[in-house]
């Protein structure tokens, strides 16, 4: 199946400050990507989709202005979690769809914010 | 919107036993149904999927088979091996490039 990579796979941050997760599909052109998260035990719960140079559309409760999604090319797509606090601690996953059905995960990135 | 409901939460199997993970969706237009694999701290790995227009799928120990018309789908896992144990997610979807929506998800077990 297809590769899609996640960078970094661990974070620790200070309350306040800003951390960028990067996502990239390896061997595929992505026309869409999809950023969830997971808590402990739980689903996947997606916070919002992204279309290759356009803005992405954010789920109902997922705060635009914290969460930043950019997704510059058709390979690449960055979250940035702004003023990250405690609560924002999470598993972070992206996931990639190219043109036919599938959707390939990535393996994740856990953000502990101190 | 599209629900997923998936059933059981938790399931205890011993080797060698067949698994079965059920779920069911509300929205008649979703036409896309796969299955991911979870390990403790990595990403859902697709083990496989089915369309709307397939009634049943198989890829060597795993199956899936989709009823349409009841709105539910299920993941068949034969000669269960202990590296089968692993959080498995349904997920169904519509058009391609739209959004997956997950089941919450069921713990499988594997004792040998």
């Known amino acids: 199946g297809a590769v899609v990579s996640q960078h970094p796979s661990w974070v620790i941050c200070k309350s306040g400050t800003s951390v960028k997760i990067e996502c990239r599909s390896l061997d595929f052109q992505a026309t869409t990507m999809f950023w969830y998260r997971q808590f402990p035990k739980q689903s996947l719960m997606l916070m919002a989709t992204?279309?290759?140079?356009?803005?992405?559309?954010?789920e109902q409760g997922v705060e635009k202005d914290k969460f930043l999604i950019n997704h510059a090319s058709l390979t690449l797509s960055t979250l940035t979690v702004t003023s990250a606090h405690p609560e924002d601690s999470s598993f972070y996953i992206c996931?990639?769809?190219?043109?036919?059905?599938?959707?390939?995960f990535g393996p994740g990135t856990r953000l502990t914010v101190t | 919107g599209e629900n997923v409901e998936q059933h059981p939460s938790t399931l205890s199997v011993q080797e060698g036993d067949s698994a079965v993970i059920k779920c069911t969706y509300s929205d008649s237009a979703s036409n896309y149904f796969p299955w991911y694999k979870q390990e403790l701290g990595k990403g859902p790995q697709l083990i496989i999927d089915?369309?709307?227009?397939?009634g049943e799928k198989k890829d060597q120990r795993i199956a899936v088979t989709l009823n349409k018309t009841a709105k539910h789908f299920s993941l068949h896992i034969t000669e269960t091996q202990p590296e089968d144990s692993a959080v498995y997610f349904c997920?169904?979807?519509?058009?391609?490039?739209?959004?997956?929506?997950f089941g919450k998800g069921t713990t499988l077990s594997v004792s040998s």
């Open positions: 997920a169904a979807r519509g058009q391609a490039g739209t959004a997956l929506i």
């Open positions: 089915i369309r709307s227009n397939v």
């Open positions: 996931s990639a769809s190219g043109p036919s059905y599938e959707q390939y």
């Open positions: 992204s279309n290759e140079g356009s803005k992405a559309t954010y």
